[in-house]
């Protein structure tokens, strides 16, 4: 439980004029009391009042973890079966049960409270109102967010080991290209390779790790899942890697060609995609509208006639979430601030013919940015 952090948020309940914060949405719970789960299939919810201490209801299978993981000193649980049930066993309507005995039990069932209504459903909603009538519910969606969004110096360590990690990962992955691999392999490869570096140098920490892996022609579909295709000398290939330490996350990815042989062509792709990085890279800086980034390394690849091949943003702020805001992209001027982490991946999709991509990580500094990730560009 981060104290400083809950203080923080109090002081939005006071600014926003609520007797409390309900929040439901899963990382917001991680960064404020540090509760985090391998699934997140169940609900879960803080309660946090503007006085006194903050209430953390899991479900039974997880009250144990609750305790260990959190310093919360109240934390309930409930069932999700027939006996010694609230409510018939039922998973909401249990959930709803639970919530609703602690508002009123903590004199809350008739104030004015901030609800996380984003990541809720609409019958979620309709039960509190229904269940709890006398509350003026508020929306509070965003409000730990926007906490979340500038990181400590020791968030911004963990962000730094993840990309250690997969680096890792990435050499792992090549690896297995330059021997013929096929993507699914290669994958494999990478994330196995981010878990056993975990385990060698940050093993009291969680570490996290998914990716991807596509060959030739495919990297110009970039959210393809990875197949059966095969690396063959002067294939590129992409290998992107989202890894996490303490729930800090990275986006480390490279796009290599496989052989001694790059042609004109490729060599031409990551000439320009190198071009749109440091571009970008170079308006980082505090005060920056983010969407500044988008545009500079749009304008980059438009003197290289590539343009049209950037086929998504620039980039994007990273968490404890592997996308967050700001959005490195079109509409989203939210000014750079010192202590922001954010990706910068810029690149060229090529229908038919591959593309490349890669990303690193930076954090914002009062100069500029300061770079979380190193791994080498091959092909320049």
């Known amino acids: 439980m981060d104290l400083a952090r809950l203080d923080r948020l109090r002081a939005r309940i006071r600014e ?24 997140y299939s169940r609900p879960l919810t803080l309660v946090v009042p503007v006085d006194g201490g903050p209430t953390l209801l899991v479900p039974r299978l997880e009250e ?9 000193a109240d934390v309930r649980s409930y069932v999700e079966w027939d006996e010694g049930s609230a409510a018939g066993g039922r998973l909401d309507a249990e959930w709803l049960a639970l919530l609703t005995g602690v508002l009123t039990e903590r004199g809350l069932s008739g104030a004015r409270i901030g609800l996380e209504q984003a990541p809720l459903s609409r019958g979620a909603e309709r039960g509190l109102t229904t269940g709890l009538p006398k509350v003026a519910w508020s929306d509070a969606s965003g409000w730990v ?6 990181k400590n110096p020791e968030e911004v360590e963990h962000h730094r080991r993840a990309g250690q990690l ?3 990962g990435l050499d792992a992955g090549f690896a297995a290209a330059r021997a013929g691999a096929t993507e699914l392999e290669i994958k494999g490869a990478s994330i196995a390779a981010v878990f056993t570096e975990g385990a060698r140098r940050c093993s009291a920490l969680a570490v996290a790790a998914a990716g991807n892996a596509l060959v030739g ?19 590129p290939v992409f290998v992107v890697l989202s890894a996490s330490v303490e729930g800090a996350h990275c986006e480390l990815s490279r796009t290599i060609v496989v052989g001694d042989a790059p042609t004109e062509i490729q060599r031409g792709w990551f000439r320009s995609a190198a071009r749109a990085h440091e571009a970008a890279r170079r308006r980082a800086r505090p005060g920056t509208p983010a969407s500044d980034l988008d545009r500079a390394a749009r304008g980059a690849l438009r003197e290289d006639g590539l343009a049209e091949y950037l ?6 702020g990273l968490g404890l979430a592997p996308v967050e805001a700001p959005n490195l992209g079109a509409g989203d001027e939210t000014p750079l601030e010192a202590g922001m982490v954010i990706s910068i991946e810029p690149g060229v999709c090529i229908p038919g013919a591959g593309g490349a ?9 009062r100069e500029g940015v300061e770079v979380l990730t190193a791994y080498p560009v091959e092909v320049t």
């Open 16 to 39: 926003a004029d609520v007797a409390a914060a309900v929040l439901v949405h899963p990382p917001n719970l991680r960064y404020l009391v540090g509760f985090h789960s391998n699934a």
């Open 64 to 72: 144990l973890q609750a305790r260990e993981m959190t310093r919360v």
């Open 145 to 150: 967010e926007r906490l979340r969004l500038i």
């Open 166 to 168: 997969a680096a890792a």
């Open 217 to 235: 022609e495919r990297i110009a579909a970039v959210h393809a899942p990875a197949g059966a295709r095969q690396a063959k000398r002067g294939d």
């Open 311 to 316: 086929t998504m943003r620039t980039g994007h």
């Open 357 to 365: 991509l890669w990303a690193d990580n930076y954090v914002i500094t």
